[in-house]
Nanobody
């Protein structure tokens, strides 16, 4: 089992920044993909970014490219999402997730952290 715990959400004005953290514990694995997703009220959950843990390669949704950065701290088993130039449309519950490289489904999910961007 893998446990994921997000933190760092909050209320910020448009144009501001937040950094989300996702601490992984339990059965961690080097061949993991760590992802960030978000779900706004009344909308489906959407992909934000992911990182292949072992090599550090990243991929972003077009809506956040150039504003958000995913990174990791190997020693802390923690993945981060640095969010800059935030917009009201970034308001959502943000979830961290993990899966094994080469699989489609994310098997492990955190509880989510609320990000609210005011205009």
């Amino acid at each position: 089992q893998v446990q994921l715990v997000e933190s760092g959400g909050g209320l910020v004005q448009a144009g501001g920044s937040l950094r989300l953290s996702c601490a992984a514990s339990g059965r961690t694995f080097s061949n993991a993909v760590m992802g960030w997703f978000r779900q706004a009220p009344g909308k489906e959950r959407e992909f934000v970014a992911h990182m292949r843990w072992s090599v550090g390669s990243t991929y972003y949704a077009d809506s956040v490219k150039g504003r958000f950065t995913i990174s990791r701290d190997n020693a802390k088993n923690t993945v981060y999402l640095q969010m800059n130039s935030l917009k009201p449309e970034d308001t959502a519950v943000y979830y961290c997730a993990a899966k094994v490289v080469g699989t489609i489904q994310y098997d492990y999910w955190g509880q989510g952290t609320q990000v609210t961007v005011s205009s």
